[in-house]
């Protein structure tokens, strides 16, 4: 079974400074996706980045980046020149290519951006 | 297009009641999902519907049930409800073959005293 794990459940930042989320993720899988989510206080699940497990190259949405590393089976989101409407709840997820497309989400981390 | 609705957004259900939650997606999508968020534990699966017609378990399935009315809409019933079934519901929805993104509604929170 696919497991996601959040070490660190809560962050704080500065505005305009750059913040890294960790993940890891255990599976034996080999053609999979993953994925950073956002929950802001209006509880909206909000997608921000995705990463295929079959590309090497990070994938990047503006000020989100991805450090993939897929032998370390880690996924770190970093956010550039953090802005207050970054605070939320930031879930990493696993999806399995070949099964039921069913995502596997870790239990989330709080990101305080403050001014 | 309003993507993923989900009815009512708050309900408080007394011990042994029952209810279903509703869901509807309407971006024609092929799978759709029901979750349950609970603090510290992230979301967790607890049915799904790959395509009309169809309905598997997720990881907590006990003490629900789910019906796949049609391609767009996805509702989830609670029998006999519990203390335990305390928390916010999210329905999702996703394009089979697609980029895998999973759209999810705006969440229901539900009480059970």
């Known amino acids: 079974a696919q497991t996601v794990t959040q070490s660190q459940p809560e962050m704080s930042v500065q505005e305009a400074e750059t913040v890294t989320l960790s993940c890891t993720y255990d599976?034996?899988?080999?053609?999979?996706?993953l994925f950073w989510y956002k929950q802001p206080p209006s509880r909206q699940m909000i997608l921000v980045i995705r990463?295929?497990?079959?590309?090497?190259q990070n994938a990047t949405e503006n000020r989100f980046s991805v450090n993939f590393q897929k032998a370390a089976k880690s996924f770190s989101l970093k956010i550039s020149d953090s802005q207050l409407g970054d605070t939320a709840m930031y879930f990493c997820?696993?999806?399995?290519?070949?099964?039921?497309?069913?995502?596997?989400f870790g239990k989330g981390m709080k990101l305080t951006v403050n001014p | 297009n309003a993507g993923v609705t989900q009815t009512p957004k708050f309900q408080v259900l007394k011990t042994g009641q029952s209810m279903t939650l509703q869901c509807a997606q309407d971006?024609?999508?092929?799978?759709m999902y029901w979750y349950r968020q609970d603090p510290g534990m992230g979301l967790r699966l607890i049915y799904y519907?790959?395509?009309?017609?169809?309905?598997d378990k997720g990881e907590v399935p006990n003490g629900y049930n789910v019906s796949r009315l049609n391609k767009r809409e996805f509702s989830l019933r609670l029998e006999s409800a519990a203390p335990s079934q305390t928390s916010v519901y999210f329905c999702?929805?996703?394009?089979?073959?697609?980029?895998?993104?999973?759209?999810f509604g705006p969440g229901t929170r539900l009480t059970v005293t």
């Open positions: 999702a929805s996703r394009l089979a073959g697609s980029t895998y993104e999973q759209y």
């Open positions: 599976t034996s899988e080999s053609n999979y996706y």
């Open positions: 990463q295929e497990a079959y590309k090497q």
């Open positions: 997820a696993f999806m399995w290519r070949g099964g039921s497309e069913k995502l596997v």
């Open positions: 971006m024609n999508h092929n799978s």
């Open positions: 519907s790959a395509s009309e017609g169809t309905t």
